[in-house]
């Protein structure tokens, strides 16, 4: 090979950036696991990218020490948050600031927020529609009072994506309450209410408020959204929006 034919010859491509799901953590090892499914979700659209998982509190790894155990330091940070709530605007920006002083390149995507795919999650896990069946949705709870305007015109638009009755209630917090939820569905005329999870992954709060439901008549779909497909290929439309702006 003479010298011209060896200047031609392309280098190494340079290596894709990581992906790093951003979750708020619990000291509810459920949280974890749905969170790990949720990424290897991600990891199974896109073989080509390194997935890790990072939390904000509750557990480890935090996501300085998450991006050191990856085989590179640039990295697309996706918050799997629902709404842009404190977590979203405070914990997030703080977490990947301290990640940057240690020496990332970090690329921060969007929270899932009040994206349609989270309603075509939300029917995953609420199944086929049935007549005169409302839906309620029971979402973790925020002080927040933007956030849960955001998480109640997402289950609105759920309900006239599906042509169903539907209401939100949230677990803690302000509410509506799984009562108010419920006697509002029934007000409304549905004859049943299913409880659906707007959570990413089941709790503690979300099992009182479930419970809470089940002794006022309305049974529960059992899991949360972290398991469902489409989260999954948000969470990658995400990354790959990060990777891309513009």
Do not use: C
């Amino acid at each position: 090979m003479n010298a011209a034919d060896r200047s031609a010859t392309p280098g190494p491509r340079p290596q894709p950036p990581a992906w790093v799901l951003l979750a708020h953590g619990s000291e509810d090892p459920r949280h974890a696991r749905e969170i790990e499914w949720l990424a290897a979700g991600m990891a199974g659209r896109r073989p080509d990218r390194a997935v890790a998982v990072a939390y904000l509190d509750h557990q480890p790894p935090d996501l300085a020490t998450a991006i050191g155990a990856l085989p590179t330091r640039s990295v697309v940070v996706v918050p799997a948050l629902l709404s842009e709530a404190f977590h979203a605007l405070v914990d997030v920006p703080a977490a990947v600031d301290a990640a940057v002083a240690g020496g990332a390149t970090v690329a921060l995507a969007a929270a899932f927020g009040a994206d349609p795919a989270v309603l075509a999650a939300l029917d995953e896990l609420a199944g086929e529609r049935q007549d005169g069946d409302g839906l309620l949705a029971v979402a973790a709870g925020t002080s927040d009072a933007a956030a849960r305007t955001e998480l109640a015109g997402l289950v609105d638009a759920w309900g006239r994506r599906r042509q169903q009755a539907t209401a939100v209630a949230f677990a803690a917090g302000a509410g509506p309450t799984v009562a108010d939820g419920i006697a509002a569905l029934r007000g409304r005329g549905a004859a049943t209410v299913t409880a659906v999870p707007l959570v990413l992954a089941p709790g503690r709060l979300l099992d009182r408020a479930l419970a809470q439901a089940a002794a006022l008549g309305a049974p529960a779909r059992p899991g949360g959204l972290a398991r469902t497909g489409a989260l999954a290929d948000l969470a990658v439309r995400r990354a790959e929006q990060a990777e891309k702006p513009g």
